[in-house]
Every structure is written in C-alpha cells, then in structure tokens.
C-alpha cells in the first residue's frame, strides 16, 4: 500500500524545511505529489508492506523504516538500522527558530540527549577529550540494534553522566560538552 504525502490544502504546493544536524533540506511537495528536495525531485513513497512493516522506496532501492520518537516537530527514526534525529518546520517556524538561535548563540555548553531509551553499551570519548562535530560519542542499544550516537558539536567534554550498562530514558543528558 502506497502512502501519499498530501496536505489539508490539495490545490497548493506545501513546503517545509527539513534540518539534521547542521544540514538544511528544503521540501516541497506539489498537488501531484511531486516530491522536490533542494529543488531536486526524487522518485520516493512510502509503502506499508504485508508484513505490517513500513518501508520508503527510493527509486529502485528499498529501505525499512520506523519511527521511533515523535514529539511536535521533532523526529527520530530508524531507516535501515541507522537512526536519524530531525525537525521539520514551516517557512515561519523557521525563520522563528533562527532568531531564538542567535538568542541562544552565547550559550558555551550543549547537552547531548538519549535519542530513545536504551541501554548504554560503550562509551568511545572520555571527560575531558576534545571532540569535533560528528565524532561519535557512545553505543546505545535499543530495539536489539546498537546506535552511535554522535556529537552536534564541537568541543570539550565536560562531564560523562553515564556508564556501560546504564539504562536511560529518552532526552536523558549523556554528556555535557563545553562550545570551543
């Protein structure tokens, strides 16, 4: 079963902005559900399969995919046993979200969060390391699939708040890394 991506709106196209980490991805979506990212149309759908399980088709590649974590725009999901931490705004959402970001520019330290809950299975960076953006952090396991979770950041690591074998809950803070 093909899923569309369609809007309350079906004569206009919907557009929204897309950002993981530091990437920005612009979406739009036509009335005729073409689908263009960064002003490049690609061939994808969801499809539900008949083992209940959901699946997005990329031209002639198939990926399974779950959605792990939703909370208002943000979203964490599991495409082929890789997990992907995203929000997805509006034009005006957007635009809101880079003022608070000036706002909160001055802030030095960054808290890094459990994606999803889990157990913690390795730690790959100590206190006080020195860690550029996407140097990976940790192993969490969930879902019987071990994640590396990643820096946003770069920086000094301040404080380790966990240890291998730790349980922790969704938006629990790992690590706290100080902005260099």
Do not use: C, W
């Amino acid at each position: 079963m093909n899923i569309l991506f369609k809007s309350s709106d079906s004569a206009s196209t919907i557009k929204y902005i897309t950002l993981s980490d530091k990437n920005k991805f612009e979406v739009n979506i036509s009335p005729e559900n073409i689908i263009k990212v960064n002003k490049k149309v690609l061939n994808v759908q969801i499809e539900e399969g008949t083992d209940g399980f959901t699946y997005i088709v990329l031209g002639n590649l198939i990926y399974p995919v779950e959605i792990l974590e939703r909370s208002q725009n943000k979203y964490t999901i599991l495409i082929n046993g890789i997990s992907y931490k995203f929000t997805v705004e509006t034009p005006i959402s957007f635009s809101r979200k880079k003022h608070l970001d000036k706002i909160l520019e001055g802030s030095k330290k960054e808290d890094v969060l459990a994606p999803m809950p889990g157990k913690i299975i390795e730690l790959l960076a100590e206190e006080g390391a020195s860690v550029k953006e996407n140097d990976p952090l940790l192993i969490l396991e969930a879902m019987k699939m071990e994640n590396e979770i990643r820096t946003h950041t770069s920086g000094i690591i301040k404080k380790i708040n966990i240890k291998p074998g730790d349980t922790v809950m969704k938006d629990d803070v790992l690590m706290e890394i100080e902005n260099i």
